[in-house]
């Protein structure tokens, strides 16, 4: 019973406490007596007490480090402020633990180092319009650095610019002329287009009056025509009436005595008589009688 109990402590303290489960997206690396063994990828996995240990727990999940600002100058020699963010994986626990010394702060060095590098070779206006070029270069320069590390840096962002507060002011008022300037040919443009606006208005209306004008005389013209017309067929169908009606000398001459009345009511002083009247008496017997009228 008591060989029992003996084994049963031994076991609860050698046995199940060298019992590991290594969760997901971990990695533990396993030294035996000093030396690199193994790494342990998720599932279950034991130990020998007192010879093999745990040398170091790795996440291999995607780590977000956000660095402070670093001063760096420019190739025109102006002194700015720049912080990075850096996201990168561990993708071999052996080198990530054994291939240097703190890795999270030599990542940091690096990546001020490399900005202050790259930031050296541009000028204040395309660092400030460059950001893209400037974190696909540290990207690729930190990983091809960080690789022997274990480490696979995925992106690189520029965070934010600060230039000196003149520089910022001396921006700003750029930036607000630029705004005026726009602003005035904006304006400039409405009025222009306000103003042809108007003027094909006013070209239009004259265009319309024109022709409503000219619509109006057409009428008119031939209104006048159309009368005129009308009158011209009325006397056409009375000579075409007298005619079909065979009308004697008589009657003809009855007719140019009418026309002479009509010329002596009027204030002509003379009378012209046709040469083809027959009788000359009878022409001053009417001509008496229509003097007597008066």
Avoid: C
């Avoid at 609860?12 to 060298?18: A, E, K, M």
């Avoid at 193994?38 to 727990?57: A, E, M, Q, V």
């Avoid at 630029?178 to 006013?202: D, F, M, V």
């Amino acid at each position: 019973m008591m060989i029992l109990i003996i084994i049963l402590i031994l076991v609860v303290l050698f046995i199940i406490p060298n019992i590991k489960i290594v969760p997901q997206a971990k990695s533990y690396v396993i030294e035996r007596l000093g030396s690199y063994l193994t790494t342990w990828s998720n599932g279950l996995h034991f130990k020998i007490p007192f010879i093999d240990r745990i040398s170091n727990k790795v996440t291999l999940k995607e780590v977000v480090k956000d660095f402070a600002p670093q001063p760096v100058i420019t190739k025109d020699n102006v002194t700015m402020q720049i912080d990075t963010v850096v996201y990168f994986q561990i993708t071999d626990a052996k080198l990530y633990t054994y291939g240097i010394e703190d890795p999270v702060n030599a990542i940091e060095n690096l990546t001020a180092t490399t900005l202050r590098n790259i930031i050296g070779e541009l000028e204040l206006d395309q660092t400030l319009t460059s950001r893209d070029i400037i974190n696909a270069k540290m990207r690729s320069i930190l990983d091809e650095a960080t690789d022997p590390w274990g480490i696979k840096v995925n992106r690189v962002e520029v965070k934010n610019i600060l230039p000196p507060r003149d520089i910022q002011e001396a921006m700003e008022k750029q930036m607000r002329a630029e705004r005026e300037r726009r602003e005035k040919i904006l304006q400039a443009e409405g009025e222009k287009k306000s103003s042809i606006l108007i003027a094909e208005g006013e070209k239009e209306s004259a265009i319309l009056k024109a022709e409503a004008h000219k619509e109006s005389q057409i009428k008119i013209a031939e209104g006048e025509a159309e009368a005129l017309l009308k009158l011209k067929q009325a006397e056409a169908d009375g000579i075409k009436l007298l005619k079909e009606a065979k009308a004697d000398t008589a009657v003809l001459t009855l007719k140019s005595y009418e026309a002479l009345e009509k010329v002596a009511n009027g204030q002509a002083t003379k009378i012209i008589v046709p040469s083809d009247l027959q009788n000359v008496a009878t022409i001053g017997t009417v001509v008496n009688e229509m003097l007597n009228k008066k």
